[in-house]
């Protein structure tokens, strides 16, 4: 061995042991053998046929006037003691604690907020996962809930409707959005892999789109976007973006590393999936969600045509 193949050895060393330990996933920024192309090999639910995100296409989701406003528990007050953030090796999540649940709007039950995560591309690239009318947003947040009912993450990822995350696309406007800047500020103590750091907690309700646009949504079963993709969740993804300032944007997808610490930087981007296959399934607009027009309306329409047709032929 040389010394260029030493040096070659020794700066990709950290990266293969990491890459190569059992059922080590990764995006394709990071490498092209791991990336989501490559998550059915160590997954098999990575390849069924309700995986997530998928692109919505608003003028095919079905109306479901069901699909009413959802019922936030806990959401409007910060709850005791703080909450921790931290780098995961995949995206920044923060672990929530406290009693904030969401229920009513077609879910079955009552569902406990879990944590919190973002996906994103780059400072000029878009990230978001779920796609709206084939356009990708800058960034996406997750709110995972659990199921209240199960005890356990691993028992609720057998159910399909174990889970219910909230995603939430994120847009670049002129703006800085305060409600952000708890998170943005934390962002420089969770640079690498493992890094944590304790927040001030805050009411969850900051990071949603405002009050009068929750009750517009899209609803569709499907799974969690990583491995092991489990199809257990019930997903709602709001019509309406939020938006953040050019500079909290900045500071979000330029401060972290898929790299822990003596490992070689990788800037953690592109940490998103690409939308899946609907296959069979449909989504379902809520109340107020754009929409094509109701099956109620059609038909309103329809019967006011054949009406005034009969009208023309009686006529003559
Ligand atoms: C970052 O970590 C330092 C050291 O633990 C702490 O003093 C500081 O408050 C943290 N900053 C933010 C914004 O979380
Ligand atoms: C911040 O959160 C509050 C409470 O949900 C909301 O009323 C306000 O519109 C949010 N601000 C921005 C800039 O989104
Ligand atoms: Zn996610």
């Known amino acids: 061995m040389n010394i260029f193949q030493l040096c070659l050895t020794l700066i990709t060393f950290p990266f293969i042991v990491h890459v190569s330990g059992g059922g080590q996933w990764c995006y394709t920024s990071q490498h092209s053998t791991c990336g989501p192309d490559h998550w059915k090999d160590i997954s098999h639910s990575c390849g069924g046929d309700h995986q997530s995100p998928i692109n919505i296409e608003k003028m095919k989701a079905k109306r479901d006037s069901r699909l009413e406003s959802i019922t936030f528990q806990g959401y409007d007050q910060a709850p005791p003691g703080q909450w921790k953030l931290m780098n995961d090796g995949h995206s920044v999540l923060l672990s929530l604690s406290g009693d904030m649940y969401i229920s009513e709007a077609g879910l079955p039950n009552k569902y406990k907020a879990l944590q919190f995560h973002f996906h994103w591309g780059s400072p000029n690239k878009d990230g978001s996962e779920h796609t709206?009318?084939?356009?990708?947003?800058?960034?996406?947040?997750?709110?995972?809930?659990?199921?209240?009912?199960?005890?356990s993450i691993t028992e609720a990822k057998k159910d399909p409707q174990g889970l219910a995350v909230l995603g939430i696309l994120i847009t670049v406007g002129e703006t800085e959005n305060s409600n952000y800047s708890t998170l943005v500020?934390?962002?420089?103590?969770?640079?690498?892999?493992?890094?944590s750091t304790v927040v001030s907690t805050f009411p969850l309700e900051k990071l949603l789109p405002p009050q009068n646009q929750l009750s517009r949504y899209y609803r569709y079963q499907g799974s969690l976007t990583t491995p092991d993709c489990s199809e257990a969740v019930i997903?709602?993804?709001?019509?309406?973006?939020?938006?953040i300032s050019r500079a909290q944007h900045q500071i979000l997808t330029d401060t972290a590393y898929f790299s822990a610490q003596g490992e070689v930087l990788l800037k953690m981007t592109d940490n998103f999936r690409p939308p899946q296959p609907l296959k069979s399934r449909k989504v379902l607009a809520s109340k107020d969600a754009t929409a094509r027009s109701s099956s109620a309306l059609q038909a309103s329409v329809f019967t006011l045509t054949l009406l005034y047709l009969t009208a023309i032929l009686l006529h003559d």
Do not use: C, R, Y
């Open 132 to 151: 709206v009318d084939g356009k990708q947003f800058p960034l996406e947040l997750h709110i995972v809930h659990m199921n209240t009912k199960f005890n």
């Open 185 to 195: 500020a934390a962002m420089k103590n969770v640079s690498l892999e493992g890094d």
């Open 235 to 243: 997903w709602t993804v709001f019509e309406h973006p939020i938006s």
